[in-house]
């Protein structure tokens, strides 16, 4: 009986150290940092440094960074922002995936890249009152300080583009 609960206890101890001791999922870039940008430990980051899976990226006052994910959806995250990526799914050669992020504050401006391109469905950014789906396209959604308010521009392109692009739509 003591050498079952010391057994146990020990494949306990092993499985917890594993689930500490993984390895990140590397999903982007910070290919601009400007300012006082930090991730959720409160580590300072710099341009060039990886975006992990799970990560919460927060932009100072005067600040701002871009963040290029593995599917090259862009994600602009403005002055005094925050922004969660809650998920991120992406297989390359097929360009499936999802991602999903969420606004906490401030402002995010989106140019959707492969994963949206492919199933337009696939890319979602949660704010206070609900979620934006894009539809090919650039967005941008700011929430105001109290995250009890969004508002939502599509910049485009539109149906009538002159560059022959698929128009564009978000749906809130």
């Known amino acids: 009986m003591k050498n079952k609960f010391l057994a146990t206890l020990l494949l306990i101890f092993i499985f917890c150290n594993h689930l500490y001791s993984a390895e990140k999922v590397v999903i982007g870039v910070l290919s601009a ?94 704010v206070p009152a609900g979620s934006i789906g894009t539809r090919g396209t650039e967005f941008q959604a700011t929430v105001n300080e109290n995250n009890q308010e969004a508002k939502i521009l599509l910049i485009g392109p539109g149906p009538q583009n002159t560059l022959g692009l698929r128009p564009g739509a978000v749906e809130v």
């Open 33 to 126: 940092a400007i300012g006082d940008v930090f991730n959720q430990d409160g580590q300072k980051l710099k341009t060039g440094d990886k975006i992990y899976f799970g990560d919460s990226i927060k932009v100072d006052v005067k600040s701002n960074s871009q963040i290029l994910l593995l599917d090259q959806t862009v994600l602009n995250v403005g002055a005094n922002s925050e922004v969660l990526l809650d998920e991120f799914v992406y297989d390359p050669k097929t360009n499936n995936g999802k991602i999903i992020s969420e606004i906490k504050k401030g402002s995010l401006k989106v140019i959707t890249g492969a994963i949206s391109e492919k199933n337009p469905a696939n890319l979602e950014v949660k």
